[in-house]
């Protein structure tokens, strides 16, 4: 029985972790915007995804912190991405201080991320409610 729940709800809940990830990278980017030297980071989602599913275990990723009075990842959190799968960004225009950031590109990202998490989130709530539906013989 719980095998069933897990398969069934497996696919949105990694999509799910993956979206959150993905949100936290293009904050992190967002919040970096005038660092210099600093390069703008991604994933692709599609084979992140496929590989999160495919049954194959994934390494966290380390937060880089320049200084020592740096946030570092919240205790316990173990991110779905390995450091491999990160890509850089290409910049769209070139910055003296070598700043790989767009602005406009990143948040046309958190947006459209933020739209698919919250979108994924609530096709995980529709089949967890039609699962307690089901159970109570509704």
Do not use: C, W
């Not at 398969?7 to 959150?20: D, N, P, V």
């Not at 850089?88 to 070598?98: C, E, I, V």
């Not at 947006?111 to 698919?116: F, G, I, P, S």
């Amino acid at each position: 029985m719980l095998n069933r729940l897990d398969s069934s709800l497996g696919f949105q809940s990694q999509a799910l972790l993956l979206r959150a990830e993905r949100q936290r990278l293009i904050a992190s980017n967002i919040a970096n915007a005038d660092t210099p030297g600093f390069q703008a980071r991604d994933f692709d989602f599609a084979s992140a995804l496929r590989e999160a599913t495919g049954g194959a275990r994934v390494q966290p990723v380390a937060l880089a912190a320049t200084g020592e009075r740096h946030l570092g990842a919240p205790t316990g959190a173990t991110p779905p991405v390995r450091e491999a799968s990160l890509l850089y960004a290409l910049p769209s225009q070139t910055n003296l201080d070598g700043n790989s950031v767009d602005m406009d590109r990143e948040r046309a990202s958190f947006v459209d991320n933020a739209v698919k998490y919250e979108a994924t989130l609530r096709f995980l709530n529709n089949s967890l409610r039609e699962m307690q539906d089901a159970i109570k013989g509704q």
